[in-house]
């Protein structure tokens, strides 16, 4: 049986009430026909409410971006798998190679975050992928095994049975370079048989995202190969159309 399709919205640090009101009506709407595919936005901490206002009872889930790897305490400023789940939110984006790079965050640190928001009926959508010049000296593989690795070590295999990972080469995010069809196939293959080493059924059930640089246009031919489930989408999920496109075009 083929995986079931999943594209999540990463609306990063964009949105205000008003605008994310017109975006969330809009993006309801558009979808609201669409079968067999799973559909989500990851919007600001300070929106989850918001969201889950407009979008209780709708085709559209929401998550958030980030969490904290602690339950509670004297953690200013954090966010707790607990308060997310108590939004609705099913589920966290973990390990975005922005916070890897910008904010110093660790694959202990996303693993522990990642073991954080599961068993708070939080999925966690793992984030792994590789700078161009690692690509560049053939290292793609080496990154996205240690990535995976330090998760599956800390969390357990069985923990894939209830999250999603995205595969996002760095040199993608943002720049409006996408991998090729091709390239991103050979990672997620990959990624895939790197868990089946572990449990074969997980490493064919789990869905792995496709992120970096997805658009209406591209949307398609990438969602056509074997082991691409679905996209995680920046900049073209804060555009209702393109973002609708992207969802419809995970529809096979
Ligand atoms: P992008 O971002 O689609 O704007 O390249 C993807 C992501 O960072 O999740």
Redesign the pocket.
Known sequence: MARARFVAG?WKMHGNLAQNQSLLEMVISGIRTLQDVSCAVCVPYPYISQAQLMLKGSHLAWGAQNVSQYHQGAYTGEVSADMLADLGCQYVIVG?SERRTLFGETDQVVAEKFRAALGRSLMPILCVGETLAQREQDETEKIIARQLDVVINLAGIDAFKESVVAY?PIW???TGKTATPHQAQEVHAYIRNRIAVHDRKIAENIQILY????KASNARELFEMPDIDGG?????SLVAAEFVSICLAAQS
């Open positions: 990463n975005h996002e993608a995010i943002g992120g970096g640089s997805v995680l989408i920046g900049g073209a």
